[in-house]
């Protein structure tokens, strides 16, 4: 079945320093979604991407799609400590009808 | 307020007994799902229903059980066949569209403890 690998599983970084999280597919996805959780709370939608090599950026985020729409990464700027938390990657597929989420980066910043 | 009602937030139970968790929305989804979420590791897929009166299993059905009688509710239950049943639970609902998927939403969690 579909499966999708996230890595690292944990990053610690200064505040102010940068932050990347990448995220692998086996297949090729229709798109790909990217949540965020804090610490103690629920999965919060941050965006979505669906076209072959697509970028788009939140303030500080930088999320990329891959032209082989089989990965994707996300990129902080000048981390805060409020981008503390577990940041997941899902993808979807067409076949599977259903979205495999990797299993997290946990990304601290340290003040 | 529209969004998805979990209840309740923590749930401790004995081994052997089963227990259903709660899970309302009002957003008008077609689509609801429920995850497993363990210490350090993602969410894995329990069930997930498109439609009234329709559910399909997903990666990890085996000791979970689900209805969908109305559109708003998609209670699961937790039975005794269920080995390892003290994790994070966290319901979700979306729009579905037959080739594409929205985001989905997530209700705030029950914690289940089996002791």
């Known amino acids: 079945g579909q499966q999708v690998m996230q890595i690292p599983q944990y990053q610690h970084v200064q505040e102010g320093e940068d932050f990347t999280t990448y995220c692998n597919s086996s297949t090729t996805l229709s798109n790909i979604q990217w949540y965020k959780q804090r610490p103690g709370g629920h999965p919060v939608f941050l965006i979505q991407?669906?076209?072959?090599?697509e970028v788009k950026k939140q303030k500080r985020l930088t999320f990329q799609f891959g032209e082989a729409k089989k990965n994707s990464s996300l990129h902080i700027t000048a981390t805060q400590t409020t981008d503390v938390g577990t940041y997941f990657c899902a993808g979807y597929s067409g076949s599977a009808r259903q979205l495999t989420f990797g299993s997290g980066t946990q990304l601290t910043v340290l003040p | 307020d529209g969004g998805i009602t979990q209840s309740p937030k923590y749930l401790f139970r004995k081994e052997g007994q089963n227990v259903t968790l709660s899970c309302e929305q009002n957003?008008?989804?077609?689509?609801m799902y429920w995850y497993r979420q363990d210490p350090g590791q993602g969410l894995r897929l329990i069930y997930y229903s498109q439609i009234v009166n329709d559910f399909q299993k997903g990666d990890i059905a085996e000791g979970y059980s689900v209805s969908r009688e109305k559109k708003e509710s998609f209670p699961l239950t937790v039975t005794s066949a269920q080995k390892n049943p003290t994790a994070f639970y966290l319901c979700?609902?979306?729009?579905?569209?037959?080739?594409?998927?929205?985001?989905?939403?997530f209700g705030p969690g029950t914690r289940l403890t089996v002791t």
């Open positions: 991407l669906v076209k072959s090599g």
């Open positions: 979700a609902s979306s729009v579905l569209l037959a080739a594409s998927i929205y985001e989905q939403y």
């Open positions: 957003l008008n989804h077609d689509a």
